[in-house]
Each structure stands twice: as structure tokens, then as C-alpha cells.
């Protein structure tokens, strides 16, 4: 059998609605393959498919191992500009153009998007799958559990919290010899054995034995006293819901606990390092490596405590085994997508999974993925972190553009979830579009920075006039430099409505680039952060505060200071302060702390008032979510 043996692909008739109709009716009505059909189609083995009910599937790693000598297909990374805060239809575009690139000019193509959060989901969102006639289906399934990867996440996290706290505990109220008999105890032939993690720490220290008899009172304590500073611990819980109440909580309350009390929070789950290892993780043997080296906090004696320190780093693992393989499912005209991973894109890379583009690039010829919000966020986080990671080399960079959020840039009305858009937006006014288009045209000269061709998407609403379109369309390519821009309507025809942008796409795919990252990883931590602050946001400077000043020092000491750098911060403005809109200038960029995540392989430092907690808002989307009890399907997701 050859490498590759496909049953020949098919796609799904779109079912096309006017006016259209919300976004799960449209879902709910089409059509849909079994996605054993979708697997076939790919050239999948039956034994490399792990099924979860009719309509998705997880593929195995294995798949890499039988394809590694197959040729690559190309790589289109999809982003945008400065977003408002209602999406600009980034997913949206990203499903469209797979649809056009498979349904209308038979390529093989696969989609790679990132799995949702609950949190938002219910929060803000209502959903994440596309929207209209660009969607991934079933959307139910794509936005509530999918197949449990969130869960296992949290458990993970959760779980190296509890043995933070325990250890901390234990050490408290033990001594050096209670610890070592409890840690290394005899077995059933009455000798002590060194488990697997801790003969991993035997090693780190140096220790030449395998026998846990032979340790002198000195080597014993240091193996089994970790020492965890309780003010240096920098692991916190998560939970895959917005919940503002939990972002400072007080631990340690119990009388059982002995006086430890202190102070913590929760982390949304997609803000877990967890969620970025395993976006970033290129096999089963890297994850659990990657779990190992990642660090916890510090010991009162000033060094990192990891998790395999604790001891964790293996059932992290076990926990975990399923998560790391893709997971398989549908666009709504029969195109086949992974949805693996959601970290989140204000404080980690906001990419989905390495793992799910090297299995799709062996599959496709053409495979589209998407990094979270404006170009100045995912975008630069999937050059810089992602691509130095896997190795991968973009061929295209389409920027999705909207007349509603250039309005905005231009100084039109605040623009806010949930209440209707001021008339400044739906009337035509070319003069407040032309002041916004400057944002355009920065996120435009910023991918022309890494040396990738970049086409605009100007994805089209029902109230944009010929004129706005055009006005945008015309500046992309005459004032920007792209190499090219079409008007899309995806949304409102699926394939049909970007056939022009799929053209062009395949065209600006055979062009030659010059891809390079925007800094080297061997300069200091300071100038990787002024290089972006000043290359991709425009800032002026950089400014430390004193605890920022502090992790520097210290991760420079630690030596975690070649790792690439992640910005968090805010998405609605290329500065750290949402409330500039546009392209602001002489503004600096203020650093209130560093966190390492060096597991995942980075440094992220928090710009302005950056939360890894989401809050609801009034009226959070969970609202319009309910069941249908005489059909028994979801509403009101969108």
C-alpha cells in the first residue's frame, strides 16, 4: 500500500439561506459526514482513528512516523488587524478559505484551529466554531467538552497545585529522616527502590547511586526536602470558567493545616502552561519532558523547583495521554479540520497545535491555520514561539481586515459586546474608514517584516457599501504592499464568497520569501522585549517596574533568559492600553512583572492590567443557552 491511499473527497452542498439564519440553525440543518468518511478521505489507517461518537475523532501520533517521508504542503497562517471587541471574523475567514480551497479548487486541505473555552463560551462568546456558511461542525460539540482535552488540562494543573501545597505541608512538620522513609519506603522485598521521578532528581543533583541506602544524612535531605519558598511559589489552580472571584482567593484556612495560609488565585485553564505545552509539544516523549522542566516557584535558598522535583511530572503525563492526540472534525462543506489546543492569545501564543499542523502539512496540500487575535498578538507569537519551535515555515499571511473595526480606529463610538452599533457603522463615511486605515497598514508592514507574502481578507457585513470595500481593498495592496486584498462574503455563501481569496492564496503561495524571526534568541531578556515593543507595537520604550526588574535578575541567573518572549496584553490595541485605538505613537510600554512558563519555552510579561482571568459581564451568553426539550438540541450558541 502506498503511503497515502485516499477514498476520493466529496463535498457537502452548502444549504444557503436568505436572510441567514443564526449560526447554530445553520449548523443543525446540514449536512454532515460520518467522519470515518472524513478520515478516508485524508488517507487515515483505520487503526490510527480513535473515535468519539459519529462526528469526531482523535488521530494518533503514529500517523507522523508512516508519512515523514512524504513532501510537505503549504502553510497559511491567518490573522488580523487590531480587532473590536466583537471579532472580526478571523475563524470565520480561516473555515471560508479552506472551503473555497477544497469544495471549489479540489486541493487538499486541512483546517487547524484552536479548541474553545467554556469560559468565554458562556461568557462572552457563545461560541468559536466560524460563523454563517463558514463554520466547523457540529458546533455543539465543537464548543462544549469536545472530547475532554480542557478537562484533562485542568486536572493536570490542579493536580501539581495539590502537590505543591502537600509537599509544603509535609516538610513543615517532618524530619529529614521521616521524610526519606516516607518518600523512598521499603517495598515487599524489604529494600528501598528509587521510583522512576525520583531517580530523575538523584540525577540532577548528581548523586551517582541507584541505591537509596547508600545516600549519606546530607544527600538524603537534599534529595527529599524541596524547601519551597511559600512566597516564591508561582504555580496557581485553574478552571475552565470566567469567574472573577476566584483571581485572589486565601488557601490554607483549616485547622488541619497548620498556620500554612496563603494567598493564590485561579487561572482560566486556556492560561495554564499546560495548555501552551501542549499547543508547542512535538510527541508524547517531549510533553513529559517538558512537564519535568517546568517550574513551580523557587526554594528559600533561591533555586526552581520543577515538576518533577515534586514528583508529578509522570502521572501529568498519564493524565494528559489522550489530550495530546488532534482531534478530527468537519467544516460545513465536508473539508476536514483538527481542533487541538486553545491557549489563550493575551498571555500565552494563542496558536493551536504543532503537533496538529505536522500531521495536516503530510496530509494536505494546502493547510490553514490561525493565530489568536491582530497580527501584533498571534501572529507575531506563531512566527517568533511557534515556528522557532516546530520549524515550520509559513508560505502565506492573510490578514483579515473589517470596515467596522477600521471605523473604530478612525475614531468612530466605542464599540461594546452585547449593545447595538452605534450609525457610524452601518452608514456609509468614508472619511472615518480612511483615518482608520493606518492600522491596516501597520499589521500589513509588520508580516512584511518576517519576509512572507501577506494577502488581505476584507471580510464584508451586510452594511459595508461597494465603496468602503473597495477603499480598503485598493490601500491594502497600493498603500500596504500586499501582494494582494479581495472582498469576501463567506459568511453569507461558504466557499462561493471566498473563491477570489483562495486564488490568491494559492498564487501568493508559490512566490519566494525570506522568512526570518524579529530577534534572536541569544540577546538579553530587555532587548528581545524592547524589540518587540518597538518593532511590532511602535512604542517608545520600555519601562520596568521594580518587581519586573527582579525576575529578570533572577531568570537571568537561573539561565531562562535565551527562551523567546510572549507579550501578554491586551488584544483591542497595538499599545498595552486598549483605549488607543488606531496606531498610537509616542506612548511606552510598562512591564509590572515577568512570569516564566519554562516548560511551554517562554517568558511572558504582563503589560498594563493584564488578567489570566476573564470576568462575566451583565449579561454573559450563557443567557440564551438552553436546551430544546422536545428535540433535545442546544440553542443559542452563535
Known amino acids: 500500500m502506498s503511503p497515502l491511499s485516499r477514498r476520493q473527497f466529496t463535498a457537502t452542498q452548502l444549504k444557503l439561506r436568505k436572510p441567514v439564519p443564526s449560526d447554530i440553525d445553520i449548523a443543525q440543518e446540514s449536512d454532515i459526514k460520518p467522519i470515518s468518511q472524513i478520515a478516508e478521505e485524508l488517507g487515515l489507517l483505520p487503526e490510527e482513528v480513535e473515535y468519539y461518537g459519529p462526528h469526531k475523532a482523535k488521530v494518533k501520533l503514529e500517523v507522523l512516523d508512516r508519512l515523514k517521508d512524504l513532501p510537505s504542503g503549504k502553510y497559511i497562517d491567518v490573522t488580523a488587524i487590531t480587532p473590536t471587541p466583537l471579532g472580526e471574523g478571523k475563524t470565520t475567514t480561516t473555515v471560508g478559505l479552506s472551503q473555497a480551497l477544497g469544495a471549489l479548487l479540489n486541493y487538499r486541505v486541512m483546517t487547524c484551529i484552536r479548541q474553545p473555552s467554556q469560559g468565554p463560551t458562556f461568557g462572552i462568546k457563545g461560541g468559536a466554531a466560524g460563523g454563517g456558511y463558514s463554520q466547523v461542525i457540529p458546533m455543539e460539540e465543537f464548543n462544549l467538552h469536545l472530547t475532554g482535552d480542557i478537562h484533562a488540562i485542568t486536572a493536570a494543573n490542579n493536580l501539581v497545585a495539590a502537590a505543591i501545597d502537600a509537599r509544603v505541608l509535609h516538610e513543615a512538620d517532618a524530619t529529614d529522616e521521616q521524610l526519606f522513609n516516607r518518600l523512598i519506603p521499603a517495598g515487599k522485598d524489604g529494600k528501598r527502590h528509587f521510583s522512576r521521578l525520583m531517580l530523575e532528581r538523584v540525577r540532577k543533583l548528581g548523586y551517582a547511586t541507584d541505591d537509596p541506602d547508600e545516600l549519606s544524612p546530607e544527600q538524603r535531605k537534599k534529595l527529599c526536602r524541596l524547601d519551597i519558598d511559600p512566597d516564591a511559589i508561582t504555580w496557581r489552580r485553574t478552571i475552565d470558567t470566567s469567574d472573577r472571584f476566584l483571581r485572589g482567593i486565601t488557601i ?6 497548620k498556620g500554612l495560609e496563603r494567598k493564590t488565585g485561579f487561572d482560566i485553564t486556556v492560561a495554564s502552561e499546560i495548555m501552551a505545552i501542549l499547543a508547542l509539544t512535538t510527541s508524547l516523549k517531549d510533553m513529559r519532558e517538558r512537564f519535568g522542566r517546568t517550574v513551580i516557584g523557587l526554594s528559600k535558598a533561591g533555586e526552581a523547583i520543577t515538576c518533577s522535583d515534586l514528583g508529578v511530572s509522570g502521572a501529568m503525563t498519564v493524565l494528559m495521554r489522550d489530550a495530546i492526540k488532534p482531534n478530527l472534525m468537519q467544516t460545513l462543506e465536508g473539508t476536514p479540520v483538527f481542533v487541538h489546543a486553545g491557549p489563550f492569545a493575551n498571555i500565552a501564543h494563542g496558536n493551536s497545535s504543532i503537533l496538529a499542523d505536522q500531521i495536516a502539512l503530510k496530509l494536505a496540500d494546502f493547510v490553514v491555520t490561525e493565530s489568536g487575535f491582530g497580527a501584533d498578538m498571534g501572529m507575531e507569537k506563531f512566527f517568533d514561539i511557534k515556528c522557532r519551535t ?21 475614531g468612530g463610538p466605542k464599540v461594546v459586546a452585547g449593545k447595538p452599533l452605534d450609525k457610524a457603522y452601518t452608514a456609509e463615511n468614508l472619511d472615518l474608514l480612511r483615518a482608520g486605515l493606518p492600522n491596516m497598514l501597520h499589521h500589513i508592514k509588520l508580516a512584511r517584516k518576517y519576509g512572507v507574502p501577506v494577502v488581505v481578507a476584507v471580510n464584508s457585513f451586510a452594511t459595508d457599501t461597494d465603496a468602503e470595500l473597495e477603499l480598503v481593498r485598493k490601500a491594502a495592496i497600493e498603500e500596504g504592499g500586499a501582494y494582494a486584498a479581495e472582498i469576501c462574503k463567506h459568511w453569507e455563501l461558504g466557499s462561493g464568497g471566498a473563491i477570489d481569496l483562495a486564488k490568491k492564496v494559492v498564487e501568493a503561495s508559490n512566490l519566494s520569501s525570506d522568512f526570518r524571526f524579529i530577534y534572536p534568541l541569544d540577546v538579553s531578556i530587555k532587548e528581545k522585549i524592547e524589540t518587540i515593543a518597538r518593532e511590532v507595537y511602535g512604542a517608545d520604550g520600555v519601562d520596568y517596574s521594580p518587581e519586573a526588574e527582579e525576575r529578570i535578575a533572577e531568570y537571568t541567573r537561573l539561565g531562562f533568559d535565551k527562551l523567546p518572549i510572549c507579550m501578554a496584553k491586551t488584544h483591542l490595541s497595538l499599545s498595552h492600553d486598549p483605549n488607543l485605538k488606531g496606531v498610537p505613537t509616542g506612548f511606552r510600554i510598562p512591564v509590572r512583572d515577568i512570569r516564566a512558563s519554562v516548560g511551554a519555552g517562554f517568558l511572558y510579561p504582563l503589560l498594563g492590567k493584564m488578567s489570566t482571568m476573564p470576568g462575566l459581564p451583565t449579561r454573559p451568553a450563557f443567557y440564551d ?5 422536545e428535540t433535545g438540541r442546544v440553542v443559542g450558541l452563535f
Do not use: F, W
Open 252 to 257: 490554607g484556612q483549616g485547622e488541619e493545616e
Open 625 to 629: 443557552v438552553d436546551l430544546d426539550l
Open 390 to 410: 516546530s520549524g515550520l515555515i509559513p508560505n502565506v499571511v492573510v490578514i483579515v481586515a473589517t470596515v467596522r473595526a477600521l471605523k473604530m480606529h478612525g
